[in-house]
């Protein structure tokens, strides 16, 4: 098993910026991939973005490329996700995800465990 527990969310003003961590426990995850997702009020969660573990490569969404970085820590088991210029529409709560094979896949059903999530909420 794998404890995901997010932290960082909060308010912020349209322009500013967050970072948000995902601390993992439990089952050694060093050949696993990470993603972010987040749920707006009345819509489906979606992908943001995803990094392996092992190498480091990442993929976006393609409304978050150039605002929104992700990058891990394999020494402490902490994924982060750094976002900047946010936007109104990126208030949601954001979900920290892992997946037991490394391959980066965008989809809800491709990841096993999931965090409780944290609140962002951007304001104009």
């Known amino acids: 098993q794998v404890q995901l527990v997010e932290s960082g969310g909060g308010l912020v003003q349209a322009g500013g910026s967050l970072r948000l961590s995902c601390a993992a426990s439990g089952r050694t995850f060093s050949n696993y991939a990470m993603g972010w997702f987040r749920q707006a009020p009345g819509k489906e969660r979606e992908f943001v973005a995803a990094?392996?573990?092992?190498?480091?490569?990442?993929v976006y969404a393609d409304s978050v490329k150039g605002r929104f970085t992700i990058s891990r820590d394999n020494y402490v088991n902490t994924v982060y996700l750094q976002m900047n210029a946010l936007k109104p529409e990126d208030t949601a709560v954001y979900y920290c995800?892992?997946?037991?094979?490394?391959?980066?896949?965008?989809?809800?059903?491709?990841?096993?465990?999931w965090g409780q999530g944290t609140q962002v909420t951007v304001s104009s």
């Open positions: 995800a892992a997946r037991i094979w490394s391959t980066l896949l965008t989809g809800n059903e491709d990841y096993q465990y």
């Open positions: 990094i392996k573990l092992s190498g480091g490569n990442t």
